[in-house]
């Protein structure tokens, strides 16, 4: 029959959005009633859960079983020791552990610069370090080293450290003079 309006029941955007209705009202009536139903108490969270890994433990001594079933020799791993998978062990410390870590070799922390008239590249005039003493500075902002011998004297300088212009330019830009350096030694 042309020109008859098709029901609103044939109309397939008229069931996609009935479906959206039913299915929003579904979600909203069971998604909070799922949280409501699967909230534990306080004490649960507070508790945490420790899990052995490696030998087990007998509940009348607190000492760990051996293993029913040897691991074989030959094995490489070997056995995996007691761990806690918590972060927590049964003893703590109040005490934190004690890493050693290696001595940093002597260095200061400033700034560098250039003169012409230090004529050996490998020739540097450095602050508060010994004379003769072979020094390496490296600059701060793009980790570029060079390596001087602090032989340089006279009147004290306006910066840490006085390089050879052509050594100040492996590290840095003359343009860019004084930059910041660690001097090592």
Same mark, same amino acid.
């Given at each position: 029959?042309?020109?008859?309006?098709?029901?609103?029941?044939?109309?397939?955007?008229?069931?996609?959005?009935?479906?959206?209705?039913?299915?929003?009202?579904?979600?909203?009536?069971?998604?909070?009633?799922?949280?409501?139903?699967? &909230?534990?108490?306080?004490?649960?969270?507070?508790?945490?859960?420790? +899990? *052995?890994?490696?030998?087990?433990?007998?509940?009348?001594? &607190?000492?760990?079983?051996?293993?029913?079933?040897?691991?074989?020799?030959?094995?490489?791993?070997?056995?995996? !020791?007691?761990?806690?998978?918590?972060?927590?062990? !049964?003893?703590?410390?109040?005490?934190?552990?004690?890493?050693?870590?290696? &001595?940093?070799?002597?260095?200061?922390?400033?700034?560098?610069? *250039? &003169?012409?008239?230090?004529?050996?590249? +490998?020739?540097?005039?450095?602050?508060?370090?010994? *004379?003769?003493?072979?020094?390496?500075? +490296?600059?701060?902002?793009?980790?570029?080293?060079?390596?001087?011998?602090?032989?340089?004297?006279?009147?004290?300088?306006?910066?840490?450290?006085?390089?050879?212009?052509?050594?100040?330019?492996?590290?840095?830009?003359?343009?860019?003079?004084?930059?910041?350096?660690?001097?090592?030694?």
């Amino acid at each position: 029959m042309p020109g008859r309006l098709a029901s609103p029941i044939m109309n397939p955007d008229y069931a996609q959005r009935r479906r959206v209705a039913i299915a929003a009202a579904i979600t909203v009536i069971l998604v909070p009633a799922a949280f409501l139903l699967n &909230r534990g108490s306080d004490d649960e969270a507070a508790t945490p859960t420790v +899990t *052995f890994v490696g030998a087990t433990v007998v509940a009348d001594d &607190r000492t760990p079983e051996a293993p029913a079933t040897e691991p074989p020799r030959d094995d490489p791993m070997g056995t995996a !020791p007691v761990a806690y998978l918590d972060g927590t062990s !049964p003893a703590q410390d109040s005490d934190p552990a004690t890493i050693a870590i290696p &001595r940093p070799p002597d260095g200061i922390t400033g700034t560098a610069s *250039f &003169r012409r008239s230090i004529t050996a590249t +490998t020739a540097c005039q450095v602050k508060g370090v010994p *004379f003769n003493t072979a020094v390496t500075v +490296t600059n701060l902002d793009n980790s570029r080293s060079v390596r001087c011998i602090a032989n340089v004297g006279g009147t004290e300088p306006d910066v840490d450290v006085v390089l050879n212009a052509d050594a100040f330019l492996l590290i840095a830009d003359l343009t860019d003079a004084p930059v910041p350096v660690t001097i090592t030694w």
